[in-house]
């Protein structure tokens, strides 16, 4: 009986890879529209900024662990959200990969978070209005083509609240939880 199940076994791993090969043989590359695939980037951006602004920085602070700042790096502590996701953003960079992703905002603390583009701009003021669906459009970037969508980006914790609303150049003060507080730009080449 083991014999039997044995050979079965290894007959259905036979099968299944001669299966693999040839489908992989045969099939033209998997094509996902550009759409989707900043959808998908986005999805990890988002769910890895929610967790590190709620369980890491708003936790932390909260039972007096640890604290977050604008200047982490010599004060020893935590990266504030909107800083994690540019490092994080910078070390993707790093791999080869030629899409990046970027804070942007009407309100930017920092100015370089601003709007350049008319492109920008628009995204922005579509996403505080219809946060729900992204701003997409293919751009001229020095001549070569590119995909770009702005997502709103909201606030997910009261300490994004509390830090925007109280630091000495903020444009604006007067955010609450889930208010649209920018976007989150991706870039992907189409060349």
């Not at 590190?52 to 504030?80: C, D, F, M, N």
């Not at 590119?146 to 000495?168: E, G, L, M, W």
Request: proline share 6%; aromatic share 8%.
């Amino acid at each position: 009986m083991k014999q039997r199940r044995a050979a079965r076994t290894r007959w259905l791993v036979g099968l299944a890879l001669l299966g693999w090969c040839g489908m992989s043989a045969a099939e033209e590359p998997i094509r996902i529209p550009v759409q989707t695939v900043a959808d998908y980037i986005h999805a990890v951006i988002e769910a890895d900024r929610t967790f590190y602004s709620l369980q890491i920085v708003e936790r932390l602070q909260r039972e007096g662990v640890a604290q977050a700042s604008e200047h982490w790096r010599v004060s020893k502590t935590l990266p504030l959200p909107a800083q994690f996701l540019k490092e994080s953003s910078d070390l993707a960079m790093l791999t080869g990969t030629r899409f990046r992703y970027r804070l942007i905002g009407q309100w930017p603390i920092n100015p370089e978070n601003g709007p350049v583009t008319d492109f920008e701009k628009a995204g922005l003021e579509q996403v505080k209005t219809n946060p729900e669906r992204p701003y997409t459009g293919v751009v001229l970037i020095e001549d070569r083509r590119a995909f770009q969508a702005i997502y709103a980006d909201r606030a997910v914790s009261r300490t994004c609240v509390k830090c925007h609303n109280a630091h000495p150049q903020s444009p604006r003060k007067d955010f609450k939880l889930d208010d649209v507080m920018g976007g989150v730009e991706i870039t992907i080449p189409l060349e």
